[in-house]
Structure formats: structure tokens, C-alpha cells
């Protein structure tokens, strides 16, 4: 059986750059750091941040002495009251995330009716609306668009696709008479998507690896099985059963970008078993 690996499958730089932060301030700080909120989506990495001393809370109180901002980041409000009470931030929020808060500060400084694009409940999203200001409205697609202003200004969750940002685009410009965009959709997630499309394509069966509760692992999966190719979503090599790959030639891999590599590799490892 011959196993096909998407390129830029698993960590991407965001979520690298603040798993490796998480480490090194848990050694610092003699294990004593809290992050508010799980630091990524996937249940195996969190585990062992906790072994480390690196634990999740929902709640930031006087017995939290180092927070961890995640890649997500947080809001403004949270922020500013952060700085006042006697705890060591660090902000290992990814600085595309921050780059979209900027613009839509900025939209908001400059008057725009601001729209996100993006699900109102995600984390990130939340950061980006306080920054943008409680007006600045959310919208998943075009049909949740309220009546527009003559000048309306558009910032994007990172991770939404490029598509969505297209049909929401060709639907603002049939009435705002200016429209000023900062696509800040990220690379990384739309080329994972990309190349992952591509092998769901030339391959028998597609396995996707990543956190049951992770927004892009499950867009991985949805769009394999949109493509019409036979997808398992997993988060370890655990989960994998002989009985998937019968007969089968060729198996696709992908991972979402909270997947570690050590993850990745136990399942090729075992899948190589399979093969064999
Ligand atoms: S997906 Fe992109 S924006 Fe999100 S954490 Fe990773 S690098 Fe940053």
C-alpha cells in the first residue's frame, strides 16, 4: 500500500511558534503557567503541556501568576485588564491574527460599517470584534449580511475559506459605493486545503488527523468527503483499524495545523504495518 503525505500537513508556523513559547515559559516559570483556554485544538498536546505544567483554565484569577495568550488571541477588554493586575503575560497570540485585530481597528478608527467574516463564536473572532468595535457585524455568508452602508470595510477569520470571502465580496459590491478589504485569510490553512484536495483526488482513502474539535482538521475532512473519496477523521494512530485499507492501493494523508509531527509520524508508522 502506498502512502501519500500532503506537504504541509500538520503544525503551521502560528501554532508551532506558540506551542514552543508554552514549553519554554513552563520551564522558566517552574511549571507555572496558565493559558486561557485550551493553547490549541488537539487533546493529545494539551495532555502533555499539562505534564509539563501548563494548564487550561476558563477562569483568570488571583492564584494565576503567568498567562498564556493563545494563537487565537483575546480581546481588547481582556487585554487591558490583564496589564492591570500583577500577572506575566505572554502573548503568544500569531501575529497574523494580530495583523487582522490591527485592520479592524483601524477600519473602525477610519468610520467603516465593518463586517467579519467568520463564525461569531470562535475565539479569534471575538478578539478581532472587540477590536473592531460592538457594531462591526459577523456573518458566516452573504445571506446574514445586514443593510449596508455606502462605505463598508471587510476583515476575515484566518482560517475561512477564499471562496467564502469571494461570494461574500460579490455580494457587498452590488450596493456599498466603497469597499475596502483586508484579506487576512491565511496562507498556511488555504494551502493545506489546496494540497489536500488534490491527493483526496488520486487516492483510495484519505485520513485526516486532528482534533475532533478542531474547526480546520474538520474542514479537511469535510472537503475529502465532498470530493467523494473515503475519509477517516482520527486524532491517533489508536484509532486506526486494519479493516479501512483492505484492497486498498493508495491512502491519502493530511493533519490540521494542531497536529504534532510525533502524532503524524505514529500513524504512518503503523500504517506502513498495514501495508506490509
Ligand atoms: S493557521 Fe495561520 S493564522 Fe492560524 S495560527 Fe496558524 S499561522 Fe497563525
Known amino acids: 500500500m502506498e502512502i501519500r503525505i500532503v506537504k504541509s500537513a500538520g503544525f503551521c508556523f502560528g501554532v508551532k ?3 514552543d513559547m508554552a ?5 522558566e516559570n517552574k511549571g507555572q503557567v496558565c493559558t486561557y483556554g485550551p493553547i490549541i485544538h488537539n487533546p493529545q498536546v494539551v495532555e502533555k503541556l499539562k505534564a509539563a505544567g501548563v494548564a487550561p483554565v476558563d477562569e483568570i484569577d488571583s492564584n494565576v501568576k503567568n498567562i498564556l495568550i ?3 488571541g483575546i480581546s481588547y477588554e481582556l487585554h487591558e485588564d490583564l496589564k492591570t493586575k500583577n500577572i506575566n503575560i505572554i502573548d503568544a497570540t500569531c501575529p497574523f491574527v494580530k495583523k487582522a485585530q490591527q485592520y479592524a481597528k483601524l477600519l473602525k478608527q477610519e468610520g467603516y460599517q465593518i463586517i467579519i467574516l467568520g463564525d461569531e463564536k470562535h475565539p479569534e473572532v471575538v478578539g478581532i470584534r ?13 445571506q446574514q ?3 449596508l452602508k455606502t462605505r463598508v470595510g471587510v476583515v476575515v477569520q484566518t482560517t475561512q475559506p477564499v471562496e467564502a470571502l469571494q461570494r461574500l465580496l460579490s455580494e457587498i459590491i452590488k450596493t456599498a459605493r466603497e469597499l475596502k478589504v483586508y484579506n487576512t485569510i491565511c496562507n498556511s490553512t488555504a494551502n493545506r486545503l ?3 484536495e488534490a491527493l483526496a483526488k ?3 482513502v484519505m485520513l485526516v488527523i486532528g482534533g475532533r474539535n478542531s474547526a480546520n482538521t474538520n474542514q479537511l475532512a469535510r472537503r475529502c468527503e465532498a470530493i467523494g473519496v473515503k475519509t477517516y477523521h482520527i486524532e491517533s494512530a489508536e484509532e486506526l483499524a486494519p479493516e479501512w485499507f483492505r484492497g486498498v492501493k493508495v491512502v491519502g494523508v493530511t493533519a490540521g495545523a494542531s497536529t504534532p509531527d510525533w502524532i503524524i509520524k505514529e500513524v504512518i508508522e503503523k500504517l506502513k504495518g498495514f501495508g506490509s
Do not use: C, M, N, W
Open 202 to 204: 488520486e487516492v483510495d
Open 194 to 196: 489546496k494540497e489536500t
Open 70 to 72: 493563545r494563537t487565537h
Open 145 to 147: 449580511l445586514p443593510r
Open 17 to 19: 511558534r506558540a506551542v
Open 130 to 142: 472587540s477590536y473592531a468595535g460592538q457594531e462591526a457585524i459577523v456573518v458566516k455568508d452573504p
Open 23 to 27: 514549553f519554554k515559559a513552563a520551564e
